[in-house]
């Protein structure tokens, strides 16, 4: 334990266990691709599944979708199969980075539309689409309903920030019970579930990418994927693990008076640590812990705040 005295304050800092819960990974299996070679991981039969000008192409180091002509005459899709199946006794995690250009930009609207981009699971491509639609997924999408993401159910309206979301599913083999959620790239702490699907008589589960468009040409850059990833566990419990932490306590204090908690390595270096607080108690206990692997180089001291 470190103490350190500081101008018109002296805390001390408590060391101890914090528990964290965490995943316990036993025999997992995953698979990722960044697209950034080829497509060899991958069952492409149904890549240009319109016309062979259009649907799935590598391009930018993304699975670029493209559709050549904007034309009532026919719509353009394009799928790409994992061709592993996913266990129905394994917890699993799909995800995947998708980019679409946002429908305000596009200068007329007609009733049939829609682009899409999507990640489904599925049991077979018989039943994967209208109008039986046997299937997990997560849409991102704009049509006649403005820019949303599309589910079973009502479209979720999307509008600002960009166009760019990770869209994702996970499993959870104690129930048999599929999830979809997607959230803004990098931005896991604003992940929205969508929905949950009992896969429980679901007899095979493979991982389809999806690209459509109704209507609209579609040229690089505008519609992609990347980023995939799929993870999985045969430990379905989670697990508990211990880590050292350091959780400071302030004494002495002057009501009224505000302070700035620090943070040093060295004694030397100093950084803020949180946001100015002022003293309501002439003993403090801070709200927030450190988690350290050598707690005795790290020390803190109050300063008095401007």
């Not at 799928?79 to 996913?86: M, N």
């Not at 505000?258 to 004694?267: H, I, K, N």
């Not at 030397?268 to 350290?292: D, H, K, R």
Request: proline share 5%.
């Amino acid at each position: 334990m470190q103490k350190t005295k500081a101008l018109f304050g002296v805390f001390a800092v408590t060391a101890g266990l914090i528990m964290q819960s965490h995943i316990c990974r036993g025999a997992a299996w995953e698979g990722t691709d960044d697209f950034s070679g080829t497509l060899a991981k991958w069952d492409t039969t149904y890549i240009h599944y319109s016309q062979p000008s259009d649907g799935f192409f590598l391009s930018g180091g993304h699975l670029q979708f493209i559709k050549t002509v904007t034309t009532t005459g026919y719509e353009s899709s394009g799928l790409l199969i994992w061709p592993k199946s996913l266990p129905l006794n394994t917890n699993w995690t799909v995800l995947v980075d998708a980019h679409l250009k946002p429908l305000s930009v596009k200068s007329s609207n007609p009733i049939d539309q829609d682009i899409r981009s999507a990640v489904y699971v599925f049991e077979s491509i018989s039943t994967a689409f209208s109008p039986i639609k046997r299937r997990l997924g997560t849409e991102l999408g704009n049509g006649a309903n403005g820019d949303v993401i599309q589910m079973p159910g009502p479209d979720i309206p999307l509008s600002g920030g960009g166009w760019d979301f990770t869209l994702g599913m996970g499993f959870d083999a104690s129930t048999k019970t599929g999830t979809s959620f997607y959230y803004p790239i990098n931005q896991q702490s604003q992940l929205v579930i969508l929905t949950s699907l009992n896969m429980s008589t679901f007899t095979n589960m493979q991982i389809m990418l999806y690209g459509l468009s109704e209507y609209w040409a579609v040229g690089s850059g505008e519609h992609w994927l990347d980023n995939f990833r799929v993870s999985g566990t045969a430990n379905a419990s989670p697990n508990v693990a211990l880590v050292k932490a350091v959780i400071p306590s302030f004494n002495a204090l002057i009501l009224g008076r505000g302070y700035q908690l620090q943070v040093s390595s060295d004694l030397t270096n100093w950084l803020s640590q949180g946001s100015p607080f002022v003293a309501t108690n002439f003993n403090m206990i801070c709200p927030e812990y450190w988690a350290v692997d050598n707690w005795n180089k790290l020390f803190f001291r109050l300063q008095l705040a401007p």
